[in-house]
């Protein structure tokens, strides 16, 4: 087990480059299944989610060869079906996209009920509702989701909820069914558009991605393909937060600005500089902030998932922020570390209200989750004194070599292993 340990008070400069996008690679990894052939996967970030995913493939007959750093070679032509058990698929949410890539394929799959950071209810009842209107069968018994068909046929299907999982499930099993394919009200987050231009560079007929409705026209067969994953947006914002947080003058380098729209607004409301200039952004903050509202929503509104460093952010801005939570309830589990380290903070339900305090100060915290991790992070670049933040392993799932980077922006930053 290890720890990282944050000296807080030192403004960043400097440029840091933006890895591939976590969301999107955990989606393609398996995705790789309908090929039965050669895919190779460029600018995949270097986290354990993908290396859990990779070896999860491995073990289900695929062959992965790491080409070079951030680019895997996925042959999945060996595989014959696909059954990954508990011990497979309890270490990440994302192990569940092998369910509509393998039905897609070999018209059956089995995968243990998957698991991922504890952020709240994430059933997968639109997933399931998908399978079924094309044909299938499901079971979930003793843990393991069962999923078959004789044939899988084109159907029109409306999610009751937005849900990118669902979205993405149901674009996977319908690729090579018969027929055409309809998802209304599908999320349209970038890494829905990103699975689709995968997708379609392997032989899919997928439209409409980034837009509620997707249509997808089935074929026969698919093919390998080289892809390039895309930006992400994620750790791009989390990366703006902390240069607003700590002050200074930051270039955020290798991002898509369109993605980026609903931080960047915020970020402006409360006082900080963004300039755009093509594929960057400056984030340039005096650190004297005022604080804002943000309520969390499905892209492109304020991203769930910078909910949380985002509150860190707030906590010492001038005056009180509302940070509503809409997508997931077990979101504010930050809150009681942020509070050890001075923090105001009041939460009733899906809200939290912010009040500004001067500063925060370093403290013994405990990441409860991915996303909470990064919260912490924010805090302590932050605090006055030393930080130091235990479950590391979280942090590690979704950000590819943050120490390293957030060092070469002059933060003081190490990482120890725990006693």
């Known amino acids: 087990m290890e720890k990282l340990i944050i000296e807080g008070g030192q403004q960043l400069r400097g440029t840091v480059k933006i ?3 976590k969301n999107a690679a955990v ?11 050669t895919c190779v996967i460029d600018n995949l970030p270097q986290i354990s989610d993908v290396k859990i995913l990779a070896d999860m493939l491995s073990s289900l007959g695929a062959t992965v060869k790491e080409l070079r750093p951030n680019t895997l070679e996925i042959n999945t032509t060996a595989m014959k079906d696909c059954y990954a058990d508990y011990e497979l698929a309890k270490e990440l949410r994302a192990s569940y996209y092998l369910l509509g890539a393998a039905l897609g394929r070999f018209k059956k799959a089995k995968v243990a009920y998957p698991g ?13 509702k998908g399978f079924e209107a094309l044909g299938a069968k499901v079971t979930i018994e003793h843990g393991i989701i069962s999923v078959e068909a004789e044939k899988l046929v084109g159907a029109e299907i409306y999610l009751d909820v937005v849900s990118v999982g669902a979205t993405i499930n149901i674009m996977l099993a319908a690729v090579m069914a018969e027929g055409t394919t309809v998802i209304d009200n599908a999320a349209k987050e970038p890494h829905i558009v990103d699975m689709a231009n995968f997708l379609n560079c392997m032989g899919a007929d997928v439209k409409g991605a980034g837009t509620d409705v997707i249509k997808i026209k089935g074929v026969e067969k698919l093919g390998g393909c080289i892809h390039t994953v895309i930006p992400d947006q994620i750790e791009a914002g989390t990366y703006m937060i902390a240069a607003a947080a700590a002050g200074g003058n930051v270039l955020i380098d290798n991002v898509i600005p369109k993605h980026l ?25 005096s650190g004297n902030l005022k604080n804002v509202s943000i309520k969390t929503l499905v892209y492109p509104g304020f991203p769930t ?20 939570e809409t997508i997931f309830e077990g979101r504010f589990k930050h809150v009681d570390e942020l509070k050890r380290m001075g923090a105001n903070i009041k939460v009733e339900g899906r809200v939290a209200v912010i ?21 912490l992070v924010v805090a302590g670049l932050m605090a006055k004194g030393e930080t130091e933040i235990e479950n590391v392993q979280y942090i590690d799932r979704g950000y590819d070599q943050l120490e390293q980077k957030l060092i070469s922006l002059g933060a003081k930053v190490r990482r120890e292993h725990r006693e």
């Open 19 to 21: 890895s591939g996008f």
């Open 261 to 285: 729209e609903a931080i960047t607004a915020k970020l402006k409301e409360m006082g900080v500089n963004v300039i755009e200039n093509g594929e960057s952004l400056r984030i340039i903050s």
């Open 116 to 128: 991922g950071c504890s952020i709240g209810s994430r059933p997968i009842d639109q997933h399931i």
């Open 305 to 324: 998932d910078l909910q949380q460093p985002m509150s860190s952010l707030l906590t010492t801005a001038k005056g009180t922020g509302i940070v509503t």
């Open 355 to 375: 009040h500004g305090v001067k500063n925060l100060t370093g403290a013994k915290v405990v990441a409860s989750d991915l996303r909470a991790g990064a919260s």
């Open 27 to 37: 989606a393609i990894i398996p995705a790789t299944v309908l090929a039965g052939d």
